[in-house]
């Protein structure tokens, strides 16, 4: 590594090559000194750079940070902190002459997270249809418990009259001599 660091963020950039963004020499989102450099890794080289171009280096200083490469192949470098805590989130364009879009592993990739996104829209199309169906079962248990007091007060009313008719009939027969 070029410059000794912690706390930097870390991310496999489109050309497969290592980017160490930001981070300090001390530990403590407090502590200073905080870098806003970005430096690469060549796994296959085994060798260190620093680019030149204007976007090696983030416009706001910071460790703690998350790192990120986007589907667009662009790395971001995501919060962090510079004495208080960052939610500033900042991209940099990564130069390369890979073109990312014919790798197999991005390829498959992005036809992954094609497919995710569809079944996201299927679940939510499901959980749109089930609290539907909720509301349709609460409707018919409603009209359910109704249906069951009617019932009910029609079995009451059958029993009275049945009650009076037995004390009639005998009532009529006591009174026969």
């Known amino acids: ?30 502590a200073s000194p905080f870098f806003k450099t970005v430096e690469i890794y060549d796994p296959n080289t085994d060798t260190w750079t620093i680019p030149g171009w204007s976007e090696s280096i983030m416009p706001t200083e ?23 805590y960052i939610d500033a989130n900042e991209e940099a364009t990564i130069v390369v002459d890979v073109d990312y879009t014919v790798d197999p592993v ?12 569809a079944l996201t829209d299927t679940i939510d199309d499901m959980n749109a249809q089930m609290l539907e169906l909720n509301s349709t079962i609460d409707n018919l248990h409603s009209k359910l418990d109704l249906m069951t ?3 009910l007060v029609a079995g009451i009313a059958t029993m009275i009259l049945i009650v009076v008719t037995i004390a009639v009939v005998y009532t009529t027969r006591a009174k026969k001599p």
Do not use: H, W
Not at 106 to 117: E, F
């Open 1 to 30: 590594m070029p410059s000794p660091k912690v706390q930097f963020g870390l991310v496999s950039g489109p050309d497969k090559k290592i980017y160490v963004i930001g981070g300090g020499t001390e530990t403590g989102n407090n």
């Open 62 to 84: 910071r460790k703690e940070l998350g790192a990120a490469l986007g589907s667009n192949g662009r790395i971001y470098a995501i919060g962090g902190a510079n004495g208080g």
């Open 106 to 117: 991005y390829i498959q990739v992005t036809k992954l997270n094609q497919t995710l996104n």
């Open 149 to 151: 007091v009617e019932l």
